[in-house]
């Protein structure tokens, strides 16, 4: 990951619960060694996460840019509705995937899982997931999209994992998607058909680079630099 993509992650770890919480910094630990396990096309390691893009029509024409002048936008615009993203990424292998969906419910994370279990990684033995703790987040959801039979299979081909409440920071999918924020939605969108579109452009340019985050964030460090949140003896 390049130093320039950490910046909107660095700026979120003020986002850390009060001294002295042991549900954080275990759950933190327990994230931070499953970062560390080495490379296994057998057990790949996915990071999950999402947000929300909001489509947005020009109510006129935008001025076309000229010599030393860039394209000008009218301040009024047309709101379009409001698309949710998946954010399905691979840290290690440099692959990523995201799932433009009407909405985030229990069953768009449950069909979302579906399609990493059985069209990402049909050849994993199973899936090592890592995610936030957003209510939606949980095995459960797949008992609500699907016949338990199929619900059991899908959970049974993932290891889950969830970085700590307040420490969604952890999740490397939330670098990945600043990224994207960064790179191609930070403009007006006018609909979710163009939305999928760029988004898809997107996705093929930095898949075709394989682009891997460079994760260097480990226990000895929490253990240093948050102090604060072990408890002490």
Same mark, same amino acid.
Request: with cysteine.
């Given at each position: 990951?390049?130093?320039?993509?950490?910046?909107?992650?660095?700026?979120?770890?003020?986002?850390?619960? @009060?001294?002295?919480?042991?549900?954080?910094?275990?759950?933190?630990?327990?994230?931070?060694?499953?970062?560390?396990?080495?490379?296994?096309?057998?057990?790949? %390691?996915?990071?999950?996460?999402?947000?929300?893009?909001?489509?947005?029509?020009?109510?006129?024409?935008? *001025? @076309?840019?000229?010599?030393?002048?860039?394209?000008?936008?009218?301040?009024?615009?047309?709101?379009?509705?409001?698309?949710?993203?998946?954010?399905?990424?691979? @840290? *290690?292998?440099?692959? &990523?995937?995201?799932?433009?969906?009407? &909405?985030?419910?229990?069953?768009?994370?449950?069909?979302?899982?579906?399609?990493?279990?059985?069209?990402?990684?049909? +050849?994993?033995?199973?899936?090592?997931?890592?995610?936030?703790?957003?209510?939606?987040?949980?095995?459960?959801?797949?008992?609500?999209?699907?016949? @338990?039979?199929?619900?059991?299979?899908?959970?049974?081909?993932?290891?889950?994992?969830?970085?700590?409440? +307040?420490?969604?920071? %952890?999740?490397?999918?939330?670098?990945? %998607?600043?990224? %994207?924020?960064r790179q191609c939605l930070d403009r007006r969108i006018p609909d979710q058909e163009?939305?999928?579109?760029?988004?898809?452009?997107?996705?093929?340019?930095?898949?075709?680079?394989?682009?891997?985050?460079?994760?260097?964030?480990?226990?000895?460090?929490?253990?240093?630099?948050?102090?604060?949140?072990?408890?002490?003896?």
């Open positions: 990951m390049k130093k320039n993509e950490l910046k909107p992650w660095l700026n979120k770890q003020w986002c850390i619960p @009060p001294k002295a919480n042991a549900d954080f910094v275990c759950a933190m630990e327990d994230t931070l060694e499953v970062y560390r396990r080495p490379y296994a096309s057998s057990r790949p %390691l996915v990071c999950i996460d999402e947000t929300s893009k909001q489509q947005v029509k020009e109510t006129r024409e935008p *001025l @076309p840019s000229q010599p030393g002048k860039p394209q000008r936008y009218d301040y009024e615009y047309e709101r379009n509705g409001v698309s949710n993203l998946f954010m399905i990424f691979a @840290p *290690l292998e440099g692959w &990523r995937h995201v799932k433009v969906t009407d &909405r985030r419910t229990n069953v768009d994370w449950a069909h979302c899982l579906k399609d990493l279990v059985d069209v990402h990684f049909p +050849h994993a033995e199973q899936i090592v997931l890592m995610s936030d703790n957003l209510n939606t987040h949980k095995p459960a959801a797949l008992y609500e999209a699907f016949a @338990p039979q199929e619900a059991r299979r899908i959970i049974e081909k993932i290891e889950w994992h969830h970085t700590p409440k +307040h420490g969604s920071w %952890l999740d490397m999918a939330e670098i990945e %998607l600043s990224v %994207l924020q163009m939305l999928k579109r760029e988004v898809a452009a997107w996705e093929h340019q930095r898949n075709q680079h394989a682009v891997k985050a460079n994760w260097r964030f480990t226990t000895e460090d929490a253990r240093i630099k948050l102090k604060k949140l072990y408890p002490s003896f």
